[in-house]
């Protein structure tokens, strides 16, 4: 069965500083991953995936991913944070063998500080 | 959000009545899901549809019914058997062209809450 695994449920930032949310998933096959933001009674935006390639993957509003195989995460980062970026960020997997589930987080809420 | 509409934003349900949560998509997407979100859990999928006329369960599809049949609509009927709908409700579709790893797109969410 594929999952994944949020381990913060809260991460608290000083606007300006780097931002990290920690993933981490379990899979059969290769992993299609994705990181997904949601803002209060909003539905999810993508961010990025990784599908294959470069473990460094470039997403929307200056979030980037980092792929890494061995210790099968996928952390989303932010060089520097925004109070815009205060929000519940998910990310999900989907298994290569199984063409439609999307299996979620429980998700990381973001807060970022003036 | 763009390109997926829910109604309505906000739904009051009654005991033992059966509630229709709309969905519709203009971006053409051959493939459209239904996801429960409560605190805490993430999402889970209800149940979902690769073409018209035929879905297929999600996790937990014990208390909710759907149909498919045009290409751009999936309602989601909440039954008098699910015992506990309140829930933010989130509809998503993909195109399934070029393979598995295309994203969903998420509609505005329908908060459910049972009186």
């Known amino acids: 069965a594929q999952s994944v695994a949020q381990p913060e449920d809260q991460v608290n930032v000083a606007e300006g500083n780097p931002l990290t949310v920690k993933c981490t998933y379990s899979?059969?096959?290769?992993?299609?991953l994705f990181w997904y933001v949601q803002y209060p009674n909003r539905g999810l935006q993508f961010l990025l995936k990784y599908i294959t390639g470069d473990n460094l993957v470039k997403g929307s509003y200056g979030f980037e991913a980092e792929f890494n195989k061995s210790q099968t995460s996928f952390h989303l980062k932010k060089p520097s944070a925004l109070v815009s970026d205060s929000a519940l960020y998910f990310c999900a997997v989907r298994d290569i063998s199984n063409d439609y589930k999307l299996s979620f987080g429980a998700g990381t809420t973001v807060t970022v500080r003036a | 959000d763009g390109g997926i509409t829910q109604s309505p934003k906000y739904l009051f349900r009654k005991e033992g009545q059966n509630v229709t949560l709309s969905c519709e998509q203009n971006?053409?997407?051959?493939?459209m899901y239904w996801y429960r979100q409560d605190p805490g859990q993430g999402l889970r999928l209800i149940y979902y549809?690769?073409?018209?006329?035929?879905?297929q369960k999600g996790d937990i599809a014990e208390g909710y019914s759907v149909s498919r049949e045009k290409k751009e609509s999936f309602p989601l009927t909440v039954t008098s058997a699910q015992k506990n709908p309140t829930a933010f409700y989130l509809c998503?579709?993909?195109?399934?062209?070029?393979?598995?790893?295309?994203?969903?797109?998420f509609g505005p969410g329908t908060r459910l809450t049972v009186l």
């Open positions: 998503a579709s993909s195109t399934l062209a070029g393979g598995r790893y295309n994203e969903q797109f």
């Open positions: 899979v059969s096959g290769n992993p299609y």
């Open positions: 549809s690769q073409i018209v006329n035929d879905f």
């Open positions: 971006l053409n997407h051959d493939a």
